[in-house]
Nanobody, 119 residues
Framework: QVQLTESGGGLVQTGESMRLSCGAS????????MGWYRQAPGRQRELVAH???????SYGDSVKGRFTISRENAKSTVRLQMKLLKPEDTAVYYC?????????????WGEGTQVTVSS
């Protein structure tokens, strides 16, 4: 069973930076991709950033150029570096991991961490 451990989050001011980390563990974890999604009150959960097993990155339109996702291969950890934060970045950020043997695909979500950007 895969477990995700998220760290980071908190309160910052507009224009500041913050880093989130997510580590995956478990005997069945076979990295196929990891990323971050976010959900603000009254809104649907949306993609923030994702990185797949080939290292290909994808980003939500609203964070392109400001956020960067990276992976530490040996530790099955991904980090999300967030710069030039805006109040509209305020949300609960969830880590998502894709794993599985062969063609199987297991999806695991973290519990979420609150990011608040004050104006």
């Amino acid at each position: 069973q895969v477990q995700l451990t998220e760290s980071g989050g908190g309160l910052v001011q507009t224009g500041e930076s913050m880093r989130l980390s997510c580590g995956a563990s478990g005997s069945t974890f076979n990295f196929k991709g990891m990323g971050w999604y976010r959900q603000a009150p009254g809104r649907q959960r949306e993609l923030v950033a994702h990185i797949d097993s080939s290292g290909s990155e994808s980003y939500g339109d609203s964070v392109k150029g400001r956020f960067t996702i990276s992976r530490e291969n040996a530790k099955s950890t991904v980090r999300l570096q967030m710069k030039l934060l805006k109040p509209e970045d305020t949300a609960v950020y969830y880590c998502k991991a894709l794993s599985g043997a062969g063609t199987s695909l297991d999806v695991c979500w973290g519990e979420g961490t609150q990011v608040t950007v004050s104006s």
